[in-house]
């Protein structure tokens, strides 16, 4: 089997103004170790810590202020979700993020996602309806200003939305490991402010179509709203084109 080539992005495109690995303040312990989890994960997103470095766990407390307990226990967990790897001869590194992987990925993504959103337009649960209207409103004027990191928790927002409105908490856990690397893979699109934009104005249609009730409408929005950011990450990696387009 050849080798599949690594998609790679360096956070130094980003005009990033502090590392996202910068000394967090001090919590509780579970929120330590939530925190400095979140910290890794967009690190890797980002590209700060690349696919293949091992990870050094008392650089990385030094780094974030914190002992070496939180950074084990954040360490497993992204180890569960398919972020790093046991390597030869102990410890652990970031996994290589190919386009097998970024093909995977979104193919687990749609039948997730479209799943979810329909389940959602078919119940209507009231709550779950308010809070997704909501995070449209207030994320669609602003789009245009924010930096990476912003785009990305604002575009995770949207969508760990609808899947908490189904109220199953399986669609949520089950996300989780497609999340981290469906995160990797967007990071190749923060430069492309235009994208970003025509995403939100999907992310309202599909708003529109679970208010509305239309299960079958709000599916295809969410299908095609994931095909376009498919299409999208192809454009942007040309040596990889036929890697995510659908």
Known sequence: ????????VSAADFNLQESVLAELPKR?????????RDRLRLAIALGEIPGGSRLNQVQ?????????????????????EGLLEIVPGGGVAVRQFTERDLRDVYEVRGALETRAVRHVAEQQPPWGLAHIEKIVQTHKPLVGSYGPAQLL????EFHMAIL???????????IVPVWSNV???????L???EVFARAWDEHEEIAQALRAGDPDLAESRMRQHLEHAACDLA???PAQTGAVAR
């Open 153 to 156: 928790e604002a575009d995770r």
């Open 1 to 8: 089997m050849s080798e599949q080539p690594e998609l790679k």
């Open 235 to 237: 454009n942007t990696m």
């Open 28 to 36: 509780d312990t579970t929120a330590l170790v939530r925190n400095v």
């Open 191 to 193: 430069h492309i402010k």
């Open 183 to 189: 995160e990797r893979a967007i990071v190749q699109l």
């Open 164 to 174: 908490d409105a189904t109220d199953n908490s399986f669609f949520r856990r089950s």
């Open 60 to 80: 990385l407390a030094k780094q974030l202020g914190v002992s070496r307990m939180p950074i084990r226990t954040a360490t497993a967990e992204l180890l569960a």
